[in-house]
């Protein structure tokens, strides 16, 4: 019956050894988005188990004045965790699983562009989230903070291997982050059903879409760093060792161009899933759509220009300071565009009070708040008092909890019907909804005034001030109403998913397409697409006599999926070298003694990029013998290809060689740390494009193009090979020829 | 000088900037009549001439390097794209320079060219240089707008190719402005020890508190900040043409 599950299947399935193997590998090795989805959502789902208890250990031990219950070192040791698990671990595969579970039947696709990217990228997940947790047991939790400042980071100050842990546990997420982002821009731009085109796109969707790319500037530049902080760690550089040259300020700059951003990639799913409920609740569409979708656009640029409202108490000097108080009130314009527009949707509808609209409501009253203390903070005078009060912790929590769980928690009775089948208990959720918004609001509120009064943050304990002790109380009780929430939450969904109302096709009486096939969906999502021509599409099949005004043209454009993924990936790459080659600058400039730029041989250095250059060309002249089906030639070109970019490589061999030969390695100074991780890097990228073309000389061995293929993937390979060499212009030009013209 | 003399005394009345704009508006209506957008045109020589003979053309003149660089962005992106709005509808250029790979060097080439040390330092001394750039950079910026801001819609770029355009742009714009801030050492060695031609450079120093490290440090963060926020105002005005274009969409993914 409507594909819901009953209590007694589940216990078949989980008793029975042949149906419990056939789910495990059914579940384990899926790659169908919607699954995929849900998993990632259970992952979130038990971190955010673990991240709560984190914080209600460091509230226990806040509670009190001059409280002994953890350790100081413990303690530092569960603020970190706490952060990066709440910030990796829950909010982003939490909204990544709707994102997953909604975006491709938003649309009208059969599933996301590449399902087995998506498969590696949710694996990820849990990967890194045990890689982070393990370091607990591998000799010591990372006790540094979320932001992991250099140079406590570094070894002569963190000499356990936590950092190790959570630096790799990060790049891990991150790749699974931007494999994620990878491929939700090629679904929306080349998955997207009949009639649906880029216009047409329901905001949840479009929000998604334009956070990817948010997600691919933002995320490479956060791994690059993380390299530099392992390079240091298990190499011995000095990228962020003030003491042999490095910068402590540099992993600052390189945290929060990827920490602001971070911010909005994890609040506009948020914004989405608000997008989508409160025009179904309020039964009138969302008001000046254009407006809201425009500014979006205008969040993703201004985030990557504001990250040094973070640095205000890092001293950068008047002239920065007013640039970035400036870009960061700024950027509280097209938030309060959105804000405007999601109460004038409201204003003048007939307003559903169900759950998920409770959440919107409580989000909307709350998220204002915090946006009205981020504009606090964008002032540096304000700052500079504030920043490491309590008052910054309530601030951010008010965002990430205040707006981006509250969203969530609407989120979920609204697509759990989708999901499962089955409505959630409305009178459970109230419970829930009222338990959250009275403790969130008891333990985040008084933060703000605690910080006022001087209470600084990342402190195990303090002494009894008057006023401090009832405040902290307070704020801890607060916890456990929020805790008492999460259980009802959990036992909501448990009960819901066997017990609960069935709940039909669309229960809600909501417009878009996820809502046009069955709940849940069938394997391939749709059996019958049904005609769209303007924003809602089911209204308009509601309402023949009066539909929406058609949007634009009903003709859609879907580009060739593999190209666009490989140049969505290549606009990431672009993020992660322009980072190394600019901290290479940034060395370059402050010349130290020992091996310099003036002792590489480029001569020989230019005779081996000829190789490389000259490789795009023999590619190009494979793809055109492919074209033409000229299997040997094809073959031949290709083999040049291959054997032009191993001779680059033997060459950089060499240099290396000599290099250490001669005693230089990455850890003698500056110049040779960021030589050796540039050129490194690139070397490596290299290796892999060389791996992915022996491959397809493999296939073409094979006849695996022999017949009426497409050459696309070909193509994209292609692309990366190309870019590869791209870059190597780029270095050869910093690292070889500009010293040559001081 | 005190500031308030400078401010009243130092505009350069240069003959033949007057003379070139005078001719340039009696050509334009000559050319175009009532069919063009004469306001626009208004405007663009009214930035021009601020560009050129207010007394920020007197401090980017070898003081401020800063000032330089609102000179710059004034003669890249505010005048030619006033030129080319002020065109009439029926105006319509056919010559390979109008490629769009082309604008965009252009564009970001502009920039960069611009700031090699040699170059800065020559256009801030010689006049020659200095009238060379100005015409190059009029000339740029009007191949970069071209793509945008042409008379007819078919020369335009489409709106999602055009975000494309101007987002790259602006991150290649941001690079360098990054560079400016970040780099220790000076860009443009002229205005590290200004020739205090005017009597002006204690009141820079002392009275505006600009020492030379700051004076490049708010050069670099004029090139990234305000720059990137006139091709984000831009990228928003695509989005607005997309929204209302009937026609049917155009993706350049």
């Known amino acids: 019956m409507n594909g819901t599950t009953t209590i007694e299947e589940f216990k078949e399935a989980v008793l029975d050894p042949a149906k419990r193997r056939h789910y495990q590998l059914a579940w384990l090795s899926t790659v169908d988005h919607k699954r995929i989805g849900v998993l990632y959502m259970l992952t979130g789902l038990v971190f955010f188990i673990v991240g709560g208890v984190e914080a209600l250990f460091i509230r226990l031990q806040l509670a009190v004045p001059n409280n002994h219950l953890l350790h100081p070192d413990t303690f530092n040791k569960l603020f970190t965790l706490h952060g990066t698990t709440m910030i990796f671990l829950v909010a982003m595969p939490l909204l990544f699983g709707f994102v997953n579970y909604v975006l491709p039947l938003q649309i009208g696709a059969r599933d996301m562009a590449f399902p087995r990217l998506n498969a590696f990228g949710f694996w990820c997940q849990p990967f890194g989230g045990i890689l982070l947790h393990f370091s607990i047991l591998a000799g010591g939790a990372p006790a540094v903070g979320w932001f992991s400042y250099a140079p406590l980071s570094e070894t002569p100050y963190s000499s356990t291997p936590g950092i190790d842990y959570w630096a790799i546990a990060i790049f891990v997420l991150g790749l699974g982050t931007i494999s994620f982002a990878v491929n939700t821009i090629t679904t ?351 209204w308009d099949i509601a309402n023949p006599d009066r539909p929406d005004p058609v949007v634009g043209d009903d003709q859609v454009i879907l580009p060739d999926h593999n190209k666009t993924g490989i140049l969505a990936f290549i606009f990431s790459e672009v993020g992660f070298f322009g980072t190394l080659i600019l901290a290479y600058l940034y060395f370059y400039a402050h010349p130290q003694a020992g091996p310099g730029p003036k002792g590489l041989d480029v001569p020989r250095t230019l005779i081996f990029s000829v190789c490389l250059f000259a490789s795009s060309f023999t590619f190009w002249r494979s793809e055109v013998a492919l074209t033409k089906q000229r299997r040997g030639s094809m073959l031949g070109w290709l083999g040049l290809t291959i054997a032009l970019g191993g001779v680059f490589l033997l060459g950089q061999v060499n240099e290396y060689w000599k290099l250490f030969q001669t005693g230089v390695d990455l850890s003698t100074n500056m110049f040779s740390t960021t030589f050796f991780t540039l050129t490194g890097f690139h070397g490596l990228h290299v290796l892999i494009g060389l791996i992915v073309l022996l491959i397809f000389l493999w296939l073409a061995w094979e006849g695996d193009f022999a017949s009426s293929r497409p050459g696309s993937a070909f193509k994209a390979a292609g692309y990366y090979w190309h870019f590869v060499d791209v870059v190597w212009v780029f270095v050869l030009l910093t690292v070889y020829i500009l010293p040559l013209m001081r | 000088m005190t500031t308030y003399q400078f401010f009243t005394t130092a505009w350069t009345w240069n003959s033949i900037v007057l003379l070139l704009s005078a001719v340039a508006v009696l050509g334009y209506f000559f050319t175009f009549g009532k069919r063009g957008r004469p306001l626009y045109f208004v405007g663009a020589v009214v930035v021009f001439l601020f560009a050129l003979i207010s007394p920020f053309s007197a401090l980017a003149n070898g003081y401020l390097f800063s000032a330089h660089m609102v000179q710059h962005i004034l003669l890249v992106l505010i005048v030619p794209a006033l030129l080319v709005l002020s065109l009439p509808q029926s105006f319509s250029l056919r010559s390979p320079s109008t490629h769009p790979l082309i604008g965009w060097i252009a564009g970001v080439g502009a920039m960069w060219l611009w700031h090699a040390p040699t170059l800065c330092n020559a256009a801030a001394t010689s006049r020659t240089v200095s009238a060379i750039q100005t015409t190059s950079l009029l000339i740029m910026g009007t191949l970069f707008w071209w793509q945008l801001l042409a008379p007819r819609e078919e020369q335009r770029l489409s709106p999602l190719a055009g975000i494309i355009y101007l987002f790259t742009a602006c991150t290649a714009c941001s690079v360098l402005g990054i560079i400016l801030t970040f780099a220790p050492v000076s860009i443009c060695p002229v205005y590290q020890h200004p020739v205090d031609r005017l009597g002006m450079l204690s009141t820079i120093r002392g009275d505006w508190g600009l020492t030379s490290d700051r004076d490049q440090q708010i050069g670099g963060l004029l090139m990234w900040v305000p720059m990137c926020a006139i091709y984000a105002t831009a990228i928003l005005a695509q989005l607005a043409r997309w929204h209302s274009s009937p026609q049917p969409e155009q993706s350049n993914a």
């Open chain 1, 188 to 538: 929306v731009i080349s998955c997207r059903g009949p009639g649906m085109t880029m216009r047409r796109l329901p905001l949840f969707t479009w929000m998604n879409f334009i956070n990817s790319f948010l997600i691919l500037i933002a995320l490479p530049v956060l791994n690059a760093g993380l390299a530099m902080l392992l390079i240091d760690r298990q190499l011995e550089g000095h990228f962020f060792l003030p003491f042999r040259g490095g910068s402590a300020v540099l992993w600052q700059h390189i945290f929060w161009a990827f920490g602001h951003p971070e911010v909005y990639i994890v609040v506009l799913p948020a914004f989405g899933m608000i997008s989508e409920m409160i025009p179904v609740f309020s039964r009138k569409p969302i008001f000046g759509y254009e407006f809201v979708a425009a500014s979006t656009v205008a969040i993703v640029v201004l985030s990557s220009l504001v990250w040094g409202h973070h640095m205000f108490t890092v001293g950068m000097g008047r002239p920065m300071d007013l640039f970035f108080i400036i870009t960061s009130m700024l950027i509280a314009i097209p938030t309060g565009v959105k804000v405007l527009n999601w109460s004038a949707t409201m204003f003048g509808g007939r307003v559903r009070f169900d759950v998920p609209m409770l959440f919107c409501i409580a989000f909307l009253i709350q998220f204002t708040f915090a946006g009205l203390t981020g504009v606090s903070h964008a002032s540096a005078a304000l700052d500079w008092q504030t920043k490491n009060s309590y008052y910054l912790v309530a601030h951010f929590h008010f965002v990430f909890v205040g707006a981006i769980v509250f969203a969530m928690l609407g989120a979920l009775p609204y697509w759990f019907p989708k999901m499962s089948g089955r409505m959630m208990s409305e009178s459970l959720g109230r419970w829930t909804f009222w338990l959250w918004v009275i403790g969130f609001n008891m333990t985040f509120i008084i933060q703000h005034v605690l910080g006022l009064y001087g209470m600084p943050r990342r402190i195990f304990t303090y002494p009894d001030i008057p006023g401090w002790g009832w405040m902290n109380m307070l704020s801890t009780i607060g916890v456990f109403f929020m805790g008492a929430g999460s259980l009802v939450l959990l036992w909501n969904i448990a009960h819901s998913f066997f017990r609960g109302r069935v709940a039909g096709d669309n229960p809600w009486n909501a417009w878009t397409l996820e809502w046009a096939t069955t709940s849940p969906p069938p394997h391939e999502n749709f059996v019958a697409l049904p005609p769209i021509h303007s924003r809602r599409p089911l």
